[in-house]
């Protein structure tokens, strides 16, 4: 969870020690519940619906609102959720309804009480034998306003273009647009970077 963006880079260890970073991390919250060994916790755990019990993502989403809603005199921005991966969560057996709630809400929290940003990550391909990811990969299309498609080359490998990103801006009413407007780059992970640059305008190339 971000309180920040910078177009320059954010140095994430920086940003924590500052409180504009907050990170929730799953694996290590999970713990409790998976070597419990049946002792109960009086503190909710946000993480709780992956013992099976049929518990659905609430106390998770209690647990981002609350990392997210300011404190008294507290002057940061607007934030940005950043979901990785959500598709993950259909693998721990909680059911898609429960996931589009869940998006639902932290919607609310983060784009209209907050004036934030959602960021969503989700595995999806054209000929998935899985129903249920490209229901959710679909239903989080619709509801996006901007969609940050990433892929291979068509083409297969090159050692200076590693894939393409295509950014489509969703039409909408607010902005008077009626189409989507669509750009495709090319880009090139580096140790700590990742370059991006329009079709056939590599270093290869030029």
């Not at 099976?52 to 647990?63: T, V």
């Not at 969560?89 to 639902?104: G, K, N």
Request: charged letters at 20%; proline letters at 2%.
């Amino acid at each position: 969870i971000y309180h920040f963006f910078s177009l320059q880079g954010v140095s994430l260890a920086a940003a924590k020690e500052k409180g504009q970073l907050v990170f929730l991390e799953g694996l290590k919250a999970s713990k409790s519940i998976l070597f419990s060994e049946g002792q109960q916790s009086d503190e909710a755990n946000p993480f709780q619906f992956i013992s099976g019990d049929g518990s659905s993502l609430r106390a998770l989403h209690d647990c981002v609102r609350a990392a997210l809603i300011p404190g008294a005199g507290d002057s940061r921005g607007p934030p940005v959720l950043m979901v990785d991966d959500l598709g993950v969560l259909l693998s721990l057996d909680v059911r898609l309804t429960h996931i589009l709630d869940f998006i639902h809400y932290c919607r609310v929290t983060v784009n209209t009480q907050l004036k934030g940003n959602v960021v969503v990550m989700v595995h999806s391909s054209e000929d998935s034998e899985d129903e249920e990811n490209e229901r959710l990969a679909k239903s989080l299309r619709h509801q996006s306003h901007r969609i940050l498609w990433a892929q291979g080359l068509a083409t297969g490998f090159c050692k200076e273009v590693h894939g393409e990103l295509t950014v489509i801006q969703r039409g909408s009413w607010e902005t008077g647009a009626e189409s989507d407007l669509l750009r495709v780059y090319q880009y090139k992970i580096q140790d700590k970077n990742v370059s991006f640059f329009a079709r056939g305008m590599s270093a290869a190339v030029l």
